[in-house]
């Protein structure tokens, strides 16, 4: 009996050390899972010099949904899981993000990211689908529903950019003058960040947390050259919400610091069929702080459109 407790402390203390050891292995494990149990499996795609790296499951009507400014696919999986029961589901790493390329010397503007995505999304699924982006993602969502109307059955706005709220948040005010507080700057920066996006910030575990804040590093270069690109363009979505045709969910965070709620009356005033869904006790990513609520109160606006 002493022997066999002694092999059992041995094999705990190598898990545990594994798990500090080598948390890159461990947080693919733990991705991998997590993208089984939601019932998306990873593929990858070449359109024209970008590999897209994406996550897909489910069947039925394709629902395609786009990750925010420094953010990834994998920020939907919680999310998703409720979906992909009676729903197609197709969440790529926007190009330069996640898996995606990342090409410096190639630009990401406005019409360039369109140009792609929308290969993209012919690509992968050449019929009539629903669309749906967060943050940067939203205003992504929002522009191809105004570019390409006859190929969006819906659109779902969460706290989606591309709009000038009523009111400038401390952040807005903040970039407006040339800063990026959305970016991590090091690794004790943590905290501010999931403080700004989260009014709850989920808890983490520790390979996951250390690889996210490893890539966030890596990336800063690219985060900075993609907001310069994007920027000159980053409110041109307002003026053109009365040419969306689709059906709109525009669903927000009550206490997002990043992009301020009076963004709502805004997207209210220009679109033309839409149902609004404020969330308390949330913050700029609803689908990841709180992913059941969000994914019901989507799915009961999908439910109402007919095809």
Same mark, same amino acid.
């Given at each position: 009996?002493?022997?066999?407790? !002694? ?33 998306? &499996? ?57 898996? %995606?390329? =990342?090409?410096?010397?190639? %630009? ?13 999304? =012919? ?19 929002? &522009? ?26 401390? !952040? ?9 507080? !959305? ?19 989920? %808890? ?9 804040? =490893? ?39 009550? =206490? ?6 009076? %963004? ?44």
């Amino acid at each position: 009996m002493k022997k066999i407790l !002694i092999v059992l402390l041995i094999l705990i203390m190598a898990v545990v050390a594994g798990y500090y050891t080598f948390p890159e292995r461990v947080a693919g494990y733990m991705l991998d899972l997590a993208r089984s149990n939601a019932g998306l &499996t990873q593929k990858e795609i070449k359109i024209d010099d970008h590999n897209i790296v994406y996550l897909e499951g489910g069947k039925g009507e394709t629902i395609l949904l786009l990750h925010g400014y420094t953010a990834e696919k994998d920020n939907w999986l919680q999310f998703a899981a409720y979906l992909t029961k009676d729903y197609h589901v197709v969440i790529p790493d926007i190009p330069g993000y996640g898996e %995606s390329s =990342q090409l410096m010397d190639a %630009s990401y503007n406005l019409s360039n990211q369109m140009f792609r995505l929308h290969k993209f999304a =012919q690509a992968v699924n050449p019929k009539k689908f629903h669309i749906v982006g967060n943050s940067m993602g939203g205003f992504f969502a929002g &522009t191809y529903a105004v570019r390409y109307p006859d190929e969006i059955i819906s659109l779902g706005l969460f706290d989606a950019g591309g709009v000038m709220p009523l009111e400038k948040n401390v !952040i807005m005010k903040m970039m407006g003058k040339g800063e990026n507080p !959305i970016v991590l700057k090091n690794s004790g920066d943590w905290p501010r960040i999931m403080g700004l996006v989260f009014v709850n910030p989920p %808890s983490l575990p520790y390979p996951l947390k250390k690889v996210f804040i =490893q890539k966030a590093l890596a990336n800063r270069n690219f985060y900075e050259k993609a907001l310069k690109e994007i920027k000159p363009d980053f409110f041109s979505l307002e003026k053109n919400l009365p040419k969306i045709k689709a059906p709109t969910l525009i669903l927000w965070g009550d =206490q997002d610091k990043i992009l301020d709620i009076s %963004s709502v009356p805004v997207f209210e005033k220009g679109l033309k069929n839409h149902k609004t869904v404020i969330m308390k006790d949330c913050g700029h990513v609803p689908q990841v702080e709180k992913p059941k609520e969000t994914a019901m109160h989507y799915l009961d606006f999908i439910k109402t459109i007919k095809n």
